[in-house]
Each structure stands twice: as C-alpha cells, then as structure tokens.
C-alpha cells in the first residue's frame, strides 16, 4: 500500500470532502431505493400510481451502509426522515430526472380503508364516498408519490 502526502491545504479541505460525499451517497441511496421500488410495483401492479413511504420503516436508528469509494470500506451514514425532508427537493429533483413524463411529488396523505377494504387518500376523497370510509382510522403519512396515469 503507497501513502499519499497530503499538504495543510489537503488536510483542512479534507472533513469537507468528506463530508460532501457522504451527503451524495445518501441521496443517491434514497433515490435509488425509490427508483428500485417503483419499478417492482409498475412491474407487479396495473395501478398507475406508486407512494414510497417515509419513518421508520425506511430509516434505522443505526444507520445505513453505503458503499464508498474503496470496496472493503463502507461508510455507515445515518439517514433520519430529517434529513430526507431537508433534502427533499433534490431527492424530487433526482427522482424526475429518472421518471420523466411522471408527476414525482411529495405528499402528506391520509389514509382511510372502505369498506370494500381498499385504502382511499380521504383528502381527495368525493363527497358522495365518504359514508363508506371509516375516516376514524385514518392514518396520516409521508410519501414520495409518482404517478404514470
């Protein structure tokens, strides 16, 4: 293994580069996680309309490993929904880029099955429906939502 000689500029700028890349490779593991997990859903659904949720079923207390640049080191990065919703316009930006022609956008929703036990977004649902919602368990989450209608 050869040493590379850093000089004091080097060594200041270092943290900094080191930081940026840990912030791309966490955007780039976000938006690939998405892009993987709408495809499947396109690839198994003849819906139209695909949400990738945000808590804590996407994120873990002990962080993500991320690939880096030197294969038998991986970086261990936290990724918070924080930090996803600081960066959310780039994520979205990211997003579509790879889905063009798609409406990519990030939605609050609120969720309520009906009673044919499908889940309605009950704040777009239509007057006449909501009788067969029980919106008394609705639950409201964060989604990336893309839609190809």
Known sequence: ???????????????????AEG??????KIVKD?????????EQNAETTYRFPFGNNYTTHGGVQIPSITPHNPLNYQ?????????????????????PDCSVE????????????KEYDISNLDEKLRPFIDASRAQ??????IDWT
């Not at 998405?34 to 499947?40: E, N, Q, V």
Request: glycine share 2%; proline share 1%; aromatic share 10%.
């Open 140 to 145: 409201t989450n964060e989604y990336v939502v």
């Open 34 to 42: 998405i892009y993987i997990a709408a495809l499947r859903f396109a």
């Open 79 to 99: 990724i918070s929904v924080a930090y996803i919703m600081e960066n959310m316009d780039e994520i979205l930006t990211r997003l579509r880029s790879l889905f």
């Open 23 to 28: 912030h791309q490779r966490k955007l780039e």
């Open 106 to 117: 990030y939605k609050k929703v609120s969720m309520a099955r009906g009673r044919d036990g």
């Open 1 to 19: 293994m050869s040493l590379t000689p850093f000089s004091r500029e080097n060594m200041r700028t270092l943290k900094a580069e080191k930081d």
